[in-house]
C-alpha cells in the first residue's frame, strides 16, 4: 500500500470495529528508529535452538477466515463490534517495544478481541506479561544438574483456554522493537511455498552439519529462539511477532515430535506488511541476491484476526451458538 493510500485509509471514518479490517494500521510515527541487537532475557531461551528452515506458507487461507467470521450475522450485529473503530493516531511513539504494545492495544488488538468474542463467547482469556514457570531444560539441549532448576518464560500476550498458568494455550503474540525484525536476517532460513521435502530436508541437514546456529542472522536468531521456547513450552504451534511494521506468523508444526531443535527443525512462516514502497526495496534486495522473497501485502489487522481464527479452531473452538 502506498503512503497516500495509506494516509486516506487512515483519514477513513470507521463506523464500526469491523472496518477496522479493511483499512491499515495508523501511520502513527516516523520509521527513523534505528537497529539494536537483541538479546536473550533468560538461559531457557538462550539455549534455545530455533528451526533451520522457514517454509512460506501464504496468506490467503487465513484471509479467507477472517472475511468469513466478519461477515458473520451474529458478529455483524454484535454489540461488540457495532462500537466505532478508532482512528485517533494517539502520540505513541513507536521507537520502544512498550509503545508498539500500547498502539497495538488499541488499534490492533482490541478490534480483534471485540471480534473473538462475539463469535467464539468467552470460553477463554487472554492475558499480557504472563509468567510461566517451567524447568529450565529445552529440547536440543543436553540437559545437566544445573539446567534442571525451576525458570521462567514471560509472553507478552498470550490467549489460554482458561485462567491459571496450567491452562492450556490458543496462541502467543509478541511484540518486538520497530527495525529490530530484518527481512535479510531471516531470509537465509526461508524457503518458498513450493519447496519440495527434499528441499527441506537438505536445508535441515546443511545446519546441521555445523553452520550453528543454523542460518538465521542477528535478531532472528533470537527471535526465532524465543518463539520456539514459547511453542516447546505451551505445546502450541502458533506464535507471532509483531513489531508495526511486520507481522510474522509462525506455525510450528513439529512442536510433538522429537527433533534436534526445541521445537522442531522446521517451521511455516507469513510474513505481512502494509508498507508497498519498504516491499519493493526488499524485493529488489532479494531478486539481486537470487533470495527467495516472501512478504506480502495485506492489512495485518485482517491477516492477524485470521491467523487467530485459524488457532481458535486447531484448540477445538467453534461459533458460540454451535457449541
Not at 16 to 31: E, G, K, N, R, W
Not at 179 to 187: Q, S
Request: with cysteine; charged share 20%; glycine share 6%.
Amino acid at each position: 500500500m502506498s503512503s497516500s493510500e495509506t494516509s486516506a485509509a487512515n483519514e477513513t471514518e470507521l463506523s464500526t470495529i469491523v472496518d477496522c479490517f479493511y483499512t491499515a494500521l495508523p501511520v502513527l510515527h516516523p520509521s527513523i528508529e534505528k537497529h539494536s541487537s537483541a538479546s536473550a532475557s533468560g538461559t531457557t531461551t538462550k539455549n534455545a535452538v530455533p528451526p533451520s528452515a522457514l517454509i512460506h506458507r501464504q496468506v490467503e487461507s487465513i484471509i479467507a477466515k477472517a472475511q468469513e467470521v466478519l461477515e458473520d450475522p451474529m458478529v455483524k450485529t454484535s454489540r461488540l463490534t457495532q462500537s466505532s473503530g478508532s482512528t485517533d493516531s494517539g502520540e505513541f511513539s513507536l521507537g520502544r517495544e512498550g509503545g508498539v504494545v500500547n498502539a497495538s492495544m488499541i488499534h490492533l488488538i482490541r478490534p480483534i478481541l471485540n471480534v473473538l468474542r462475539a463469535y467464539y463467547g468467552g470460553t477463554w482469556v487472554v492475558q499480557s506479561e504472563f509468567t510461566r514457570i517451567i524447568a529450565d531444560h529445552v529440547r536440543g539441549i543436553q540437559e545437566t544438574e544445573s539446567t534442571k532448576r525451576a525458570s521462567s518464560v514471560r509472553h507478552d500476550l498470550v490467549f489460554n483456554k482458561g485462567p491459571g498458568e496450567n491452562s492450556d494455550t490458543i496462541a502467543v503474540v509478541e511484540f518486538k522493537k520497530r527495525a529490530n525484525i530484518r527481512y535479510r536476517d531471516f531470509v537465509p532460513a526461508i524457503l518458498p511455498c513450493s519447496a519440495s521435502k527434499s528441499d527441506v530436508a537438505k536445508k535441515v541437514a546443511n545446519a546441521d552439519a555445523g553452520r550453528k546456529p543454523n542460518f538465521l542472522k542477528g535478531n532472528a536468531v533470537h527471535y526465532m529462539g524465543q518463539t520456539a521456547t514459547y511453542a516447546h513450552v505451551t505445546k502450541c504451534c502458533h506464535t507471532a511477532l509483531f513489531n508495526w511494521d511486520y507481522l510474522l506468523l509462525l506455525d510450528f508444526h513439529q512442536v510433538h515430535q522429537k527433533t534436534t531443535a526445541t521445537a522442531g527443525t522446521e517451521a511455516y512462516i507469513t510474513w505481512i506488511s502494509e508498507d508497498e514502497t519498504d516491499l519493493k526495496a526488499i524485493a529488489d534486495q532479494a531478486k539481486a541476491k537470487g533470495q527467495a522473497f516472501i512478504i506480502e501485502e495485506h492489512h495485518i489487522s485482517m491477516a492477524l484476526l485470521g491467523w487467530l481464527i485459524q488457532a481458535f479452531e486447531d484448540a477445538g473452538y467453534k461459533k458460540a451458538e454451535d457449541s
